[in-house]
């Protein structure tokens, strides 16, 4: 069923979004108990087995903020043979290789709707409490300011919450937005918009399994473009989710795509 209901998505979507949005992929691939980003993702992986009908019809009318919204679910949230763990990533009930493609279509849907949510809980904002009255002034005179919230007092401690939700086997930016000082941790929390144009994305196919990762076709649905501001497009990228030594999914090849 699942495999019909993509196949519908990419139809409408091949209909409707003729036009390129090569002028999107400026921004750059990135690679984390509880974790203060897992308490931000709010979709549940069942929503990840929405119809193509109510895809269509709903999702390309939600604006960027409700779609981050609509991106984020409780960590118990459980859909057949997998759930979120704890702290955002995506486990299985029986070993990653016994399960099918449209299942692990469907369990990389919602991991890559948990690495949205901490992508842009970790390097728009901060998922952290911050004193905004104690700051060091890094690159460019930017300021980064002082972690309060417990047990973060180390780039250590930060990675070890986001790393929660991404591999390890690929390379962070955390280096570029926090930066640790005198036994504490400071963040630049550069707050920014989403695009406006961005509507939603759909994991659209499974291109290849390995013994320790998978790698899909993530499309992304735009309502327009600067180039083309009321024609929607559409771009494809790869995604990838590197299964952890305790069987559990994690992002690996992943760009925000808003």
């Avoid at 119809?51 to 057949?80: L, N, Y």
């Avoid at 300011?145 to 780039?155: D, E, K, Q």
């Amino acid at each position: 069923m699942n495999r019909y209901i993509l196949a519908a998505v990419a139809a409408a979507a091949a209909v409707c979004c003729m036009v390129s949005c090569s002028d999107k992929n400026s921004s750059e691939n990135s690679s984390s108990g509880e974790s203060p980003a897992a308490q931000t993702v709010q979709t549940t992986a069942a929503e990840a087995q929405t119809t193509a009908a109510t895809t269509t019809a709903d999702t390309k009318s939600t604006s960027a903020v409700s779609t981050a919204t609509a991106a984020k679910t409780t960590a118990a949230a459980k859909s057949g043979s997998f759930a979120y763990d704890a702290g955002g990533a995506v486990k299985f009930d029986a070993p990653v290789e016994a399960q099918d493609d449209s299942t692990l279509i469907e369990a990389a849907q919602a991991l890559f709707e948990s690495a949205c949510a901490t992508e842009w809980s970790y390097t728009v904002g901060s998922p952290y409490a911050l004193d905004m009255s104690d700051y060091i002034t890094g690159r460019f005179d930017w300021q980064f300011f002082r972690v309060v919230s417990a047990g973060i007092n180390s780039m250590d401690d930060v990675r070890a919450d986001y790393h929660k939700v991404f591999s390890d086997k690929y390379p962070d930016k955390l280096d570029e937005i926090y930066m640790e000082q005198n036994g504490s941790v400071y963040a630049l929390n550069g707050e920014r918009g989403k695009d406006i144009f961005y509507s939603y994305s759909r994991i659209t196919s499974l291109d290849s399994r390995t013994d320790d990762e998978l790698t899909f076709t993530v499309t992304n649905y735009y309502n327009g473009s600067p180039a083309a501001p009321d024609t929607p497009c559409t771009e494809e990228e790869e995604f990838s989710a590197v299964i952890a030594e305790d069987g559990t999914l994690r992002a690996g090849k992943f760009r925000l795509p808003y």
